[in-house]
T-cell receptor
Framework: GESVGLHLPTLSVQEGDNSIINCAYS??????FIWYKQESGKGPQFIID?????DKRQGQRVTVLLNKTVKHLSLQIAATQPGDSAVYFC?????????????FGGGTRLMVKP | NAGVTQTPKFQVLKTGQSMTLQCAQD?????MSWYRQDPGMGLRLIHY???????DQGEVPNGYNVSRSTTEDFPLRLLSAAPSQTSVYFC???????????????FGPGTRLTVL
């Protein structure tokens, strides 16, 4: 079936550097793409989303880029901080269901070195 | 607001036992759902509900039952626990959505279940 996946399972960056987490998706009909952050022992926390008719969306220190041509999604974190250390998931929302039925990727662990 | 709460935080069961994982939210969200997360994997949808009295199956519903008698509560029942159900279970809620729209989902802290 359709799936959302990630290129890199672990990303290690120096504190203060920018981080880029990538995600590939296969369902070209998905309407929304969402990034979640999951800290150890906690539930996923919403970071930012982007609708399929957009290429870029910015939040506080985060930017999501969507390239529909190659079905690629990325999350950029500026000036990465130790508190950004977590597992990051991309997810997609099908436009054909009556609810928020999300399909999640496998996750990328971000490790921030002091 | 307490947000989405889940109990218990940890549970160990023997094969064949049954139990109910509790989930409650105080945000008056119509939509609630249950996911499971296995090691090294993303979350997979078990069951969901778009409102009180309405439930439907997700990607991996076998071995689980749900009911939605109130807007606030959405319990998940394991009928006869199996080792394959060892996982972390997350409950989530959001305002109601129409097909083609999306509302932010809020997740609970999870229940870590081990089936021996």
């Amino acid at each position: 079936g359709e799936s959302v996946g990630l290129h890199l399972p672990t990303l290690s960056v120096q504190e203060g550097d920018n981080s880029i987490i990538n995600c590939a998706y296969s369902n070209s009909a998905s309407d929304y793409f969402i990034w979640y952050k999951q800290e150890s022992g906690k539930g996923p926390q919403f970071i930012i989303d982007i609708r399929s008719n957009m290429d870029k969306r910015q939040g506080q220190r985060v930017t999501v880029l969507l390239n529909k041509t190659v079905k690629h999604l990325s999350l950029q974190i500026a000036a990465t901080q130790p508190g950004d250390s977590a597992v990051y998931f991309c997810a997609e929302d099908s436009p054909f269901d009556a609810g928020n039925m999300l399909t999640f990727g496998g996750g990328t662990r971000l490790m921030v070195k002091p | 607001n307490a947000g989405v709460t889940q109990t218990p935080k940890f549970q160990v069961l023997k094969t064949g036992q049954s139990m109910t994982l509790q989930c409650a939210q105080d945000m008056n969200h119509e939509y609630m759902s249950w996911y499971r997360q296995d090691p090294g994997m993303g979350l997979r949808l078990i069951h969901y509900s778009v409102g009180a009295g309405i439930t439907d199956q997700g990607e991996v519903p076998n071995g689980y039952n749900v009911s939605r008698s109130t807007t606030e509560d959405f319990p998940l029942r394991l009928l006869s626990a199996a080792p394959s159900q060892t996982s972390v279970y997350f409950c989530a809620s959001s305002y109601t959505v129409l097909a083609g729209t999306y509302n932010e989902q809020f997740f609970g802290p999870g229940t870590r279940l081990t089936v021996l």
